[in-house]
Structure formats: C-alpha cells, structure tokens
C-alpha cells in the first residue's frame, strides 16, 4: 500500500518479471481523494511480451495513512477520443468552470 501519492503505482510485478509496466503517470488531482491517469502496458506469455499501450484513469482515497484504489475506468483508444473531443467541446463553449491552479 501507498503512503504517499508519488508511490502509487499500476506497474505489477511478480517472481522477478514485470507483467503490468507503467509508462507514463499524470496526478489529475490530490488530497484525500486522489485522481491519476496511467499509460501502461501488460506482459503476454501468449507473445512472450508486452501488449499494446493502454490508459486507465483511478480515483484512490487515503484512509489510515495509506491510498487505497477505490474506482477506475479503462479507457480504449475510441472512448479517449470521444472524453478529448466532448471535454474540447465544454471548453470552447464555455461550458466548465477552468480556473486556473484548480
């Protein structure tokens, strides 16, 4: 379990091999309730190697000094595409409340 959100990790080992292989990490929010997006990619024996690039968004809640993954929503290259185009949308229209540092 992670004490600190910079611990939090998909990346998944076991017996010494990487299966779960974090690329890249974005901390979208933090405080007690946490928001992270991942880029990752998991290990396939079918292959012998790693799959395509994925990205999953989790939602963590820190209870008892530790961050526990509370939510999460696997995204596939169409639903990215449709988050990014709606969320372009809202902007442009003015539709969400950006403020800046928030």
Known sequence: MAETIDE???????????????????????????TILFRYREYSQKTEGFGPTKATLRRYQKHQGVYKKRDSVNLTGASARQLIEVL????RDGLLDVAEGK
């Open 88 to 91: 372009g949308e809202w902007l």
């Open 8 to 34: 939090i990790t998909v990346g998944y080992e076991e017996n010494g091999m990487t299966l779960v292989e974090e690329l890249d990490k974005i901390i979208l929010t933090k405080g007690v309730w946490s």
